[in-house]
Each structure stands twice: as C-alpha cells, then as structure tokens.
C-alpha cells in the first residue's frame, strides 16, 4: 500500500510545532508558615556590640512565576512581637521611641519585581512600609530551595537579606548609641496552596 508523502505533512509539522513551543506553566501560589518564619535584626550597640532582636508573628503571601520571570510578594510583621530575649529591652522597642507598635502595629514588605537567575528568585525589589512611611528596599535572596513530603506537602523556603538605615524612616532614638545602619534578615517558609495565617496581633 502505497502512503502519500503529502498527508504525512500536516501531522509531522503539527508535532515539530509543538515541540518547539515553550512550556508555560502556571503561577504557584504560597502561603506564608508563620511557625517557620522569623524576620531578625542586627545593629550596633555602643559601637561595641551587635545587638539581634527578631519578631515572632508575621503572615504573607507570596506567587512565583519561574517561566515568566515574575511573581509577587508581600509580608507583614506583627512589630509588638519584638523579642530581643530582654523583656525590659522589649518594652522599649515596643514604645513609640522606635517601633510605636501601639500606632504602627505592622511592618510591611510588598515587592514590586523579582529577578531570577536560573529559574530561581536571586533578587525582590520592592518597597518596606515602616512606622508609616515607605522606601525602597531589596532582599537579597541567600538561598532558596522547594521540597515535596506527603505529610508536609509542596513547601519552598528561603534565606533573604536587606540593609537599611533606621533614620530614613524616622527612627532616630539614641543616634550615637545605637547604629543606624540596620540589617534585616528574614528566614522564611511558605506552603503551596495554604491558607494565609490570622492577622498578625499587635
């Protein structure tokens, strides 16, 4: 039986079309585990000293988009849940001197970019709204890693650094004692699909 070369075009060049279109794939969407994420803070004390602190409730969301090189992030931290292991220092930080928690229950990051290098996030660039005024900020991504265990379900975390100056947001309290360049560094968990947590108690 004799095949005519002709008919096989169609379905061959149908077949050379799709394998040489790019796959896309969907968004992901994760929720923040506030049980494994805990921004911390560094700065001088008396120029002698790193003082670290880090706050114990924060909730967010965050989408990835590895193929389109985008996605979106936003975290908000509870600012009353400073915890610097000193409960007098703690009362402190809470008070309207630095981080007025009673006026300024929230220290929010909202990105407005991600860059990627080899189909992972290397860098968020957005904005840290903080005792009500706003900045640019980036995080530096550290690490970055995604994990799939039955009990557990699809979770991606990552390590993730910023400096900022205190000042520029008009915390100016003990200039001279304490450092005004401060470090911020955020260790983070997020579940695929998860519900956003409760939001976060001043």
């Known amino acids: 039986m004799h095949i005519r070369p002709r008919l096989l075009l169609p379905p061959l060049f149908l077949l050379m079309l799709l394998a040489g279109a790019p796959a896309h794939a969907a968004p992901e969407e994760f929720a923040i585990d506030p049980g494994h994420t805990f921004p911390t803070f560094?700065?001088?004390?008396?120029?002698?000293a790193t003082q670290r602190g880090r706050f114990n409730r924060?909730?967010?969301?965050v989408t990835l988009d590895a193929a389109a090189g985008s996605g979106a992030v936003e975290i908000s931290i509870a600012s009353a849940s400073v915890d610097t292991g000193n409960e007098e220092l703690d009362k402190l930080l809470r008070g309207k001197y630095y981080f007025n928690a009673d006026e300024y229950p929230e220290i929010t990051y909202r990105s407005t970019s991600i860059v990627y290098a080899d189909a992972k996030p290397a860098l968020f660039k957005g904005e840290l709204t903080f005792l009500g005024q706003t900045r640019p900020v980036e995080l530096k991504v550290l690490g970055f890693g995604c994990s799939r265990l039955p009990f557990l379900g699809q979770r991606c975390g990552a390590d993730l650094s910023a400096t900022l100056r205190r000042s520029d947001y008009g915390m100016t309290a003990m200039q001279g004692f304490v450092g005004d360049d401060v470090t911020l560094l955020i260790q983070a968990e997020a579940v695929k699909g998860g519900a956003p947590a409760e939001p976060a108690k001043p």
Do not use: A, K, M, P
Not at 42 to 48: A, W, Y
């Open 58 to 61: 924060s909730r967010g969301r």
């Open 42 to 48: 560094e700065v001088r004390h008396l120029n002698v």
